[in-house]
């Protein structure tokens, strides 16, 4: 299976806080959203990643935003990393929401299907990422780079 991430990063308030690009592909759905969050998520990632599943963590949940009306975020992004069960492969659950009306309302959800492994080549990625001195990340599971 074809599988891609690719992070963009726009400086802003940096070390603080990052602007991200977030696109994502399984072989057959793909979607794209611009997230804004606390640049230690990054390190955070690396260190679940890279050691995924033999920390204690089954399941990681990236979440930021809401898709409830009442609660007035600009955007909803889900990106749940998790073992699957009585198996060695691993899935990356994504949802993307901009939160619009009409004609300009972008949703996506699908699953990435993975190995430990290319979690781990994720974690890697994240890891150097999180240093802030390169913009952008690319990873096809086991294959990856940040430049």
């Not at 804004?36 to 990632?45: F, G, I, P, T, V």
């Not at 009306?101 to 949703?107: A, V």
Request: hydrophobic share 35%; proline share 3%; net charge negative.
């Amino acid at each position: 299976m074809e599988k891609s991430i690719k992070i963009i990063r726009n400086p802003y308030e940096e070390p603080y806080h990052i602007n991200l690009i977030f696109k994502a592909y399984n072989g057959e759905s793909s979607g794209q959203l611009e997230i804004y969050d606390n640049a230690e998520q990054l390190k955070k990632l690396a260190d679940i990643l890279e050691d995924f599943p033999f920390n204690s963590k089954r399941t990681f949940l990236w979440e930021l935003g809401s898709e409830n009306p009442k609660d007035n975020f600009a955007f909803y992004f889900k990106c749940e990393f998790s073992l699957i069960k009585h198996s060695s492969e691993c899935v990356i659950g994504i949802r993307l929401n901009n939160n619009r009306e009409g004609i300009e309302k972008s949703i996506s959800e699908f699953n990435i299907k993975c190995y430990p492994a290319e979690f781990n080549k994720l974690g890697q990625l994240f890891r150097e990422f999180s240093k802030l001195e390169k913009e952008t990340l690319t990873w096809n599971g086991l294959e990856g780079k940040v430049e």
